[in-house]
């Protein structure tokens, strides 16, 4: 992992700034999410966190899943994942060798430092189709990992010691 700085820095937080604008089109009643990828300063894919075909809840249901509860606690298509199926969809061929930009937003849609890489679908996700780096904005910086490298994290993460 590398934190960017300079022109590198101010180029990334010019696509982290557009995954923000993506993320005001999620529906998630718990936090919204928003996703780019780009080849060649080209956006090959965007995507927002949302429930599948966009449909709308009056709770999140995630508060009624029992805590041992084995699979992804969430009831939304992951913002990643949106935008992983929307490049495939819409340009194929550009996808390997890509990037993903991520970011979530609080309530009042301002950005949110990330976390610690977490989410094992989306690693092994972007992973399976090439991308090369994903991006977060982290309190360190804009934070660039080698896709092997987050989707490693993501498993460590998870694992209890």
């Excluded at 919204?32 to 780009?38: E, K, L, Y």
């Excluded at 956006?43 to 029992?66: A, Q, T, W, Y």
């Excluded at 360190?140 to 490298?149: K, P």
């Amino acid at each position: 992992m590398k934190v960017l700085i300079g022109k590198e820095s101010e180029s990334a937080m010019h696509f982290i700034d557009i995954a923000a604008d993506v993320a005001l089109g999620s529906g998630c009643l718990r936090s919204r999410c928003g996703s780019i990828i780009v080849n060649d300063n080209e956006i090959i894919g965007r995507g927002f966190n949302s429930l599948p075909m966009n449909k709308v809840l009056e709770h999140c249901i995630k508060d009624e899943l029992p805590i041992d509860f084995k699979s992804d606690r969430t009831c939304c298509v992951h913002a990643e994942q949106r935008a992983v199926m929307n490049a495939l969809a819409t340009n194929p061929k550009k996808v390997e060798g890509s990037t993903l930009y991520f970011i979530r937003l609080d309530k009042e849609g301002n950005k949110l430092n990330a976390e610690d890489p977490y989410c094992t679908i989306c690693s092994k996700m972007a992973l399976d189709v090439g991308i090369s780096e994903f991006v977060l904005l982290r309190e360190e910086g804009i934070t660039v990992y080698d896709i092997e490298e987050y989707n490693r994290f993501s498993f460590g993460f998870r694992t209890l010691l």
